[in-house]
């Protein structure tokens, strides 16, 4: 193997076979049974089969070691903590126990501190074993424990004279530096002056020095990552100049016969990007230049030349270049006028080619458009720049990019510019039908489509019309075209997306802006019945369904939708990206049982994702790719402040409370849901990472997304996220009869729903008062989901107030006046659920019905249910167990506050009756509308649909208990 493939083990990656690596003895042949059940994972076998060899043998550590790894993969955690903590008590070596299998087990329960400590144990015992070293060094790279995996590596390069081990400790003090520069203060002082010269000094006494035989010159691939490793910390240290020499002498090949950095490329943009760090646009301009030259489309040296060229003119100085460069290199540019020149001429070569790349011609939009005035140049007239965006249509029109190439110059450009390019692009159609195959001038005709949406126009073909008939008529327009599309003899493959797909996609966008205007469902049903014809075309396209679920969640018919969810493909990191667009709708739709499986997919992926995220990091040290290190320990911190997996945790939670109907399940899926995390820290720790541009929408700028837009919905979810999670630590402090904890949580959730109602009301106001166009329909069909819950909290700080009250009066044994107030606290919990569901409407028809009329309603059952929880918790209170010394005090405020409370039980047990028979009726006349259109139908499917949700929901309301 090369030298960076070590000879000695480095087993990071938890393994799938337990293989038995001693001599065959007869206890091995006894434990082989067990092995062979825990790799086919009959983990029910293997537990038995050890149960059996610990009745011969209660000392056999492995025996204990692998039936402890079969309760793990059982999810019996407490169960294998039992077995696991006596085995690491011991005096246990590598002749007593697996130590792979007792890793294995380790790393499954996610318990890498003993994981440390067992390997600590075992080098201490076999200080010879390399192998043990090097995955004691994987422990603590698990542990995230920098200082630590120094000190292991510079033991492991004196004690087994290995140059990577020597680079392990280098990366160490690098990842000592960039945590102390996160905390800050003293920390980011003592990583610039201590942790990164420490490392540089490190690095250059290897490489300069060629100590301990570390020499660049290595064949194998080590060299470079090392070199980047070097060049790393120079940059961490803002020593541009000093890693613009080491790559220079890279280049020269001072490091070996040929540069040790592989690419040209990559090396040439490291280059250009240190060469704008240190500020030497001359050099800059050059380097681009020549980079340009000898490849036209790199837009990275486009993009670096412009701002090289936008420093020189402002007044930069040009450096004095060495002698060799400036033979190698073409002189800077220093004024607007010699950088239009070199444009022109790329865009002047490329027009004489056969097939042209995109580059130049994006490079003259880019200085026409967007870089004349930093150049000290006067805009260009419209009808200059509305000829240069022609050029580039008539180019690249017909292609999938051409649409994202343009937005950018639009959207800079003034809005006559936008309405005289589309008028342009329109009559320019014509003439390009005549000359390209039909598949050209479809491509064609989509990016006119997308640029007239993108200009805030109506299409080309209805701009005559009144502003509503002109929607119409650009809806009729795009459908038409669809139509026109799906009839052609364009043919693509069953994966490949075809371009008509568009149409469908910015009919239905328009018909969503219709609804949001008019709130007719009629518009909604429309684009569900272009949407399907679209996925009947072309299965593969994402978009489409995505679309598609947004147009079904609006409508309320949730179990439509979920045949398009599976061929979205959504998997991995998408699930916390991309999966708000399910879990926000799926459980207040009715869909429980699709809403838990997502939520704990979710929940599952991220802490699968934690813990593979280390072993990335070890295997990288293992392999010397050490400029990775850095982009999985970001990565790793995204995912740790991520929102969605803390909201998937708290859903489900919310779902299986729901959902039970045993009560004596509730303390246990309520002590399930662990969240240690503050509200401060939930407030201020977690990001939101959603991708909130996941459609394709092409708006213009007016409705698209602005910062604004996306720190509203940053603040909707964190403060939506605290205050659920407040309500189920309120029940559980009410279940453990905790009345400091249950009246903290109180003081919070009150400061909670106030802010979230001061949150909604500057919304409203800001929308109202300054006509803001907050785009939520993109991502909530009916508004906020802090609004659609603000009952809901409002009613659970009633039922936590009445219930502390209650506590204080029984524990104290308080009577009189005192017990009038705890009382008329349990009344005004009462009187709160009844003002809510008076002011309720029932359910409309079910022609009629949306989204949020059964949202409202599950919301309703929801808050039932949980205050049933307390109410049911609160009875207990009341009652003693025999024998019980209790003081006469407590007994009588006791037995005074059980009648009161028994009547609120009956009452709100007579509400939850009337809405079961709302949902009743509903239910029947849901399924009178299925069975009477036919079972193709749109209207037959949606009416089933709303069957089955409203069924969940009555099924959700039939387990609620008061008793």
């Not at 090369?2 to 393994?15: D, E, Q, R």
């Not at 919304?763 to 993109?778: D, T």
Request: hydrophobic share 40%; proline share 4%; with cysteine.
């Amino acid at each position: 193997t090369g030298s960076h493939h070590h000879s000695f083990a480095f087993t990071v990656a938890v393994p799938t076979t337990i293989i038995m690596a001693r001599a065959e003895s007869v206890s091995e042949r006894r434990l082989r049974p067990l092995y062979d059940a825990l790799d086919c994972s009959r983990n029910p076998e293997a537990v038995k089969l050890a149960n059996q060899l610990l009745k011969k043998d209660k000392s056999n550590l492995t025996a204990k070691v692998l039936k402890a790894l079969a309760f793990v993969r059982m999810d019996r955690n407490d169960e294998a903590d039992e077995l696991i903590d006596p085995v690491l008590a011991t005096e246990f070596d590598e002749e007593t126990v697996d130590v792979s299998a007792l890793c294995v087990c380790l790393k499954e329960q996610g318990r890498l501190t003993d994981l440390v400590a067992v390997f600590e144990r075992l080098v201490e015992r076999y200080p010879a074993k390399e192998d043990y070293a090097s995955q004691l060094f994987a422990a603590l790279v698990r542990c995230r424990e920098h200082k630590r995996q120094q000190q292991a590596a510079m033991q492991m390069f004196k004690r087994f004279k290995s140059r990577p081990y020597y680079f392990w400790a280098v990366m160490s003090v690098v990842l000592q530096a960039a945590e102390a520069e996160r905390k800050g203060g003293m920390g980011a002082t003592m990583a610039t002056a201590v942790l990164l010269p420490l490392a540089e000094k490190m690095c250059t006494k290897a490489i300069e020095e060629k100590a301990a035989d570390a020499d660049l010159s290595a064949p194998d691939g080590e060299s470079e990552h090392t070199l980047r490793l070097y060049l790393l910390i120079l940059e961490r240290q803002k020593k541009y100049k000093q890693a613009l020499d080491v790559i220079d002498r890279d280049s020269a090949g001072a490091f070996g016969d040929s540069p040790v950095l592989l690419l040209e490329q990559e090396r040439q943009h490291m280059r250009l990007r240190l060469l704008a760090a240190s500020e030497e646009w001359g050099s800059l301009n050059s380097q681009a230049q020549k980079l340009i030259g000898t490849d036209p489309d790199d837009w990275f040296a486009y993009l670096q030349f412009f701002d090289s060229v936008e420093q020189l003119v402002g007044g930069a100085k040009v450096e004095d270049a060495p002698t060799d460069a400036v033979a190698e290199a073409p002189a800077p540019l220093t004024s607007f006028d010699d950088a239009v020149g070199f444009v022109e001429s790329l865009v002047q070569q490329e027009q004489d080619k056969p097939i042209q790349v995109r580059g130049p011609f994006l490079a003259q939009l880019e200085l026409q458009v967007v870089r004349r005035p930093a150049l000290g140049q006067q805009p260009l007239d419209d009808g200059a720049v509305v000829t240069l965006l022609q050029g580039y249509f008539a180019l690249f029109g017909s292609k999938p990019c051409c649409f994202a190439d343009v937005r950018p110059y639009l959207v800079a450009a003034p809005a006559s510019v936008r309405s005289q390019f589309v008028e342009a692009v329109g009559h320019a159609l014509a003439g390009f039908q005549k000359t390209e195959k039909e598949i050209k001038c479809l491509g064609r005709r989509v990016f006119l489509a997308q640029i007239t949406r993108a200009s805030g126009l109506v299409s080309f073909e209805a701009k005559s019309e009144g502003q509503d008939a002109q929607q119409m008529a650009s809806v009729q327009a795009l459908k038409t075209a669809f139509q026109q599309s799906l009839e052609s003899d364009v043919q693509v493959s069953s994966s490949e997306i075809p371009p008509s797909d568009c149409f469908a996609q910015l009919a239905a966008h328009t018909l969503w802006e219709q609804f949001e205007e008019t709130g007719n469902k009629q518009l909604l049903l429309d684009g569900i019945d272009l949407l399907e014809r679209a996925v009947a075309r072309c299965e593969s396209n994402a978009q489409n369904r995505l679309l598609l679920f947004r147009f079904y969640a609006a409508v309320g018919a949730i179990h439509c939708s979920l045949p398009h969810w599976g061929p979205c493909g959504i998997k991995h990191i998408q699930f916390i990206s991309v999966g708000y667009f399910a879990t926000d709708h799926a459980r207040l739709l009715g869909a429980f049982d699709w809403a838990a499986d997502l939520c704990d997919t979710t929940k599952r992926f991220h802490r699968q994702a934690n813990g593979e995220m280390n072993e990335f990091i070890a295997q990288a040290y293992k392999f010397g790719a050490f400029h990775k290190i850095e982009e999985f320990t970001r990565f790793q911190a995204q995912l740790d402040q991520s929102l969605q997996p803390a909201v998937a945790a708290s859903e489900l939670c919310y779902t299986q409370l729901c959902g039970t109907s045993d009560p004596k399940q509730v303390p246990t899926i309520l002590a399930s849901f662990v969240d240690s995390r503050t509200d401060e820290e939930l407030a201020s720790c977690l990001e939101d990472t959603r991708d909130l541009d996941v459609l394709d929408t092409w708006e213009s700028p007016q409705r698209g997304f602005n910062e604004t837009d996306r720190d509203f919905l940053k603040l909707d979810r964190q403060r939506l996220l605290r205050t659920r999670v407040c309500v189920l630590r309120g029940l559980q402090s009410c279940l453990k009869k905790d009345q400091a904890a249950l009246a903290s949580t109180l003081d919070l959730l009150q400061q909670l729903v106030k802010g979230n109602q001061e949150a909604l009301t500057s919304r409203e106001q800001a929308s109202k008062e300054l006509k803001l166009l907050f785009p939520w329909g993109v991502v909530y069909p009916r508004g906020s989901l802090l609004s659609c819950y603000a009952p809901q909290f409002e009613a659970m700080v009633a039922g936590f107030d009445a219930a502390n009250k209650l506590l204080v009066a029984v524990s104290k044994g308080q009577k009189g006046e005192q017990l009038a107030e705890t009382t008329a606290g349990i009344q005004t919990l009462l009187q709160q659920l009844n003002t809510w569901a008076a002011e309720t409407p029932r359910l409309p028809n079910t022609y009629d019905l949306m989204a949020q009329d059964i949202e409202r309603v599950t919301v309703f059952v929801e808050t039932l249910r949980l205050v049933a929880i307390l109410l049911v918790a609160a009875k207990t209170w009341l009652v003693f167990e025999p024998g019980v010394q209790v003081p006469k005090p407590i007994r009588r405020a006791a037995q005074s506050l059980k009648s009161p409370l028994d009547a609120a039980c009956k009452e709100l047990g007579a509400a939850v009756s009337s809405v079961r028979s709302m949902l009743q009726e509903a239910i029947e006349a849901a399924s009178k509308c299925a069975s009477e259109k036919a079972s193709e139908s749109l209207e037959h499917r949606l009416s089933a649909s709303y069957v089955t949700s409203l069924t969940a929901v009555n099924d959700a309301a039939k387990v609620i208990s008061f008793s």
